[in-house]
């Protein structure tokens, strides 16, 4: 996590946010006397209040869960501090009258938060309101045994927020939704993991983390973890956290497992700054570990529920669904809150599989008769393929540290793809029919590259097929030499006409156009390298005219090779030194 923030005063930054929050967000308003307390716009004095709140910096727990159907007021402390005796009491007195329905506190396991809610209840009470408090414990990293703290409260307090807030919606007395909440809070237990440390507004620090290490167990205000250990592989991860949550138990002292035939509900929780496409792969992970134990996973929410700042990590929660299904409707309930997200049932139907789709590629195995002229084209065209998929491999990481600078920093992983596959491939390849072969090389760069560069070669091979299979006019003329150049040509031509880049323009052309010029002039296979190389040098001084170097300023792309125009001088390369 940098230390480089969105706020306009480290000393404002709660108070902006949620001032922010406040006019996205009209069913919510904040009181006059504390701004930092967040209840519903329209009040609902009929039902149970429930509360819940604690340090800023979690969003969108705990104002963003105020609504509806959920929670009807939150106390928003300072950053990662619990708010004050006085706010917690006058978000008590905003929600619940005396002699009303009541009041449900829901808090998490924290020294300070429990202590200012204790103390505001206790007022509140002298009052002839009834509050109650549930407190929430879900964090498996820290033992049972460990001291009177006693282990924290983290993201399995939203499963919480929203069956008790489904309970009071519902019409449930205060004994109703107390029982729901503690069912809950006692069948739910989180783990977490982290790759990064968490640097407040003002606050200074630095990352206490390697480049190769991550932290397994911290807290949701940053503390450190139980463990600090080498990244692995995200599932390796998943199994770790998951792993230590079966272990952990629920209940009385932990004495029950999660075990097979249980039905779960997970959270797999974003602490801040974790992609969206990296949480999905966690989500897999986790869902994937827990089938494997032969449980039932019946929902899983993934998303942002309770942050932790921007810090790049994840939780993942396990609900211990009841047999009876209450806790499931109480999930399924409506809510106006926009920051839960509703999950579909995962168990109701079994899940689909893969929609089966009509094949829309060309029939390449249709016959055509070619004869060629070029002795051991065979073995030619295996060395070819070989030497290029060995080429992109060795130059991914160049690749993609130049891509990095000068455009999306896909090049070198794409070109990596695409050289596994076609390497993979080969053994399948007609490698006796040469524009069959170019056809089956198009299949294999589509399936595997994707991006501009896979189309733009597919376009290249399916191009140079055509142009050998017209020249053989039915398999009279036997491919030779030249026709090999003349498909090389024709390729480059339809690279040109359907990206639009000419020479000059800093892409893939400036080295595939001048290896044609070679070919058309009837050089050898090593003078089209040549010149395809020259022509992926000379990109270091252009001004890119196409491509995502267009968008990048020339003070930065200056010095560097054009990524796409060094893969095909790579390609090229390695096709002449097969022939030699």
């Not at 108070?15 to 308003?29: E, M």
Request: with cysteine.
């Amino acid at each position: 996590m940098s230390g480089k923030h969105f706020v306009n005063a480290p000393t404002s930054a709660v108070s902006d946010a949620l001032s922010g929050l406040l006019l996205a967000t009209p069913s919510l308003r904040a009181l006059s006397s504390s701004p930092h307390v967040v209840v519903r716009s329209t009040p609902t004095p009929g039902d149970v209040a429930l509360l819940s709140g604690g340090g800023s910096g979690h969003e969108p727990a705990h104002a963003g869960f105020v609504g509806a159907g959920m929670l009807h007021s939150a106390v928003c402390g300072g950053m990662f501090a619990s708010p004050s005796v006085l706010e917690v009491s006058r978000s008590i007195a905003a929600i619940a009258a005396p002699g009303g329905p009541g009041c449900l506190m829901v808090v998490k396991n924290y020294t300070g938060d429990r202590l200012n809610f204790t103390l505001a209840m206790n007022k509140a009470c002298g009052r002839g309101v009834d509050v109650r408090m549930t407190v929430v414990a879900d964090d498996c990293a820290v033992p049972r045994e460990q001291g009177i703290t006693g282990r924290r409260g983290v993201a399995g307090a939203v499963f919480v927020h929203k069956c008790a807030g489904a309970a009071s919606a519902g019409g449930g007395a205060l004994d109703e939704v107390e029982r729901v909440a503690g069912l809950v809070g006692g069948r739910v237990m989180s783990m977490g993991c982290s790759l990064g440390s968490v640097a407040l507004p003002g606050a200074g620090g630095g990352e206490r983390l390697g480049k190769d290490q991550m932290e397994v167990g911290m807290g949701i205000h940053g503390e450190q973890g139980a463990s600090r250990e080498k990244i692995r592989p995200c599932k390796e991860i998943v199994k770790e956290i998951c792993g230590q949550i079966v272990d952990y138990g629920y209940g009385e002292g932990g004495r029950t497992k999660i075990k097979k035939g249980d039905k779960l509900a997970l959270l797999v929780n974003n602490l801040g700054a974790t992609s969206v496409f990296e949480m999905y792969i966690i989500a897999r992970d986790a869902i994937e570990y827990f089938k494997g134990l032969g449980c039932k996973v019946d929902r899983c929410y993934v998303g942002s529920f309770m942050t932790s700042f921007g810090m790049h990590g994840a939780s993942v929660s396990a609900l211990v669904l009841d047999e009876a299904g209450e806790i499931a409707e109480l999930l399924d309930a409506p809510t106006e809150c926009k920051a839960w997200q509703m999950a579909e049932s995962l168990s109701a139907t079994p899940p689909p599989g893969p929609l089966p789709m009509p094949d829309t590629t060309p029939d390449n195995k249709a016959p055509f008769k070619e004869s060629v002229a070029i002795p051991d084209f065979a073995a030619a065209a295996t060395a070819a393929v070989t030497a290029i998929a060995a080429g992109l491999s060795a130059a991914e990481a160049e690749l993609t540290e130049n891509d990095k600078v000068v455009g999306d920093g896909d090049c070198g992983i794409t070109m990596k793809r695409g050289a596994d596959a076609l390497l993979a491939a080969v053994p399948g390849y007609s490698l006796s029919a040469p524009s069959q072969l170019f056809l089956e090389m198009a299949d294999t760069v589509s399936a595997a590259m994707g991006g501009t560069s896979g189309a733009l070669f597919e376009i290249f091979c399916r191009s140079a097929a055509l142009h050998l299979r017209a020249a053989q006019a039915g398999g009279a003329a036997p491919v030779t030499g030249a026709a090999l150049a003349g498909a090389l040509c024709a390729g480059a031509d339809a690279v040109r006409a359907a990206g639009g880049a000419r020479v000059g323009y800093r892409t893939m052309v400036d080295a595939l156009e001048p290896a044609a010029a070679a070919a058309r002039a009837g050089g050898s296979p090593g003078d089209a390298a040549r010149a395809a190389r020259e022509g992926a040098e000379s990109t270091r001084e252009m001004r890119a005219l196409a491509g995502r170097s267009n968008y990048v300023p020339f003070e930065r792309v200056k010095g560097i090779p054009d990524p796409g125009a060094v893969a095909v001088a790579i390609i090229i390369e390695a096709i002449a030194g097969s022939c030699a």
